[in-house]
C-alpha cells in the first residue's frame, strides 16, 4: 500500500449550532446527502454529528487535492454495521481513480474531527 495523501480536518460545534436552521432549507442542505440528514437527526444535539460529516468532507478534498477536484456535494458519509464510517462517493470519475480511501471521524463535546488517508 502506497499512500498517496493524508488530510484532516476539524470544526467548533457551535459554529453547527448556530447553521442548524439553514441545514433546513436553501443551499446549506444540500451540503449533505438526506441519508446524512436523517442519520443527524436521529440525534437529540445533531449539530456534532453535521460537524464531524463535514470534516470528513473537508478531510478527503485536502487528501485528493491535487489529484482530483471534488464537489463535495457528491459525497456522502454513512457508516457500517460495526459503526465504522466510511465513504460513498456518487461521482464515477473518482471512482475510477481507483484510490483507497480510509476515514476516521471522532468529536468531542466542542470540537469535530476527520482523518481520510487516500493509498493505493
Not at 471522532?106 to 481520510?116: C, D, P, Q
Request: charged share 25%; proline share 4%.
Amino acid at each position: 500500500m502506497d499512500i498517496i495523501n493524508v488530510g484532516i480536518d476539524c470544526e467548533d460545534i457551535d459554529r453547527w449550532v448556530k447553521m442548524l436552521p439553514k441545514l433546513e432549507i436553501g443551499y446549506q442542505r444540500k451540503l449533505f446527502q438526506e441519508n446524512e440528514h436523517q442519520y443527524c437527526r436521529t440525534y437529540r444535539n445533531p449539530a456534532p454529528h453535521y460537524a464531524v460529516r463535514w470534516c470528513a468532507k473537508e478531510a478527503l478534498l485536502k487528501a485528493l487535492n491535487p489529484y482530483y477536484k471534488l464537489d463535495l456535494r457528491t459525497i456522502e458519509i454513512s457508516n457500517a454495521e460495526d459503526g465504522s464510517p466510511f465513504f460513498i462517493l456518487n461521482d464515477s470519475k473518482l471512482e475510477s481513480l481507483n484510490f483507497s480511501i480510509k476515514l476516521s471521524m471522532s468529536h468531542s463535546k466542542n470540537t469535530a474531527m476527520a482523518v481520510v488517508i487516500v493509498s493505493r
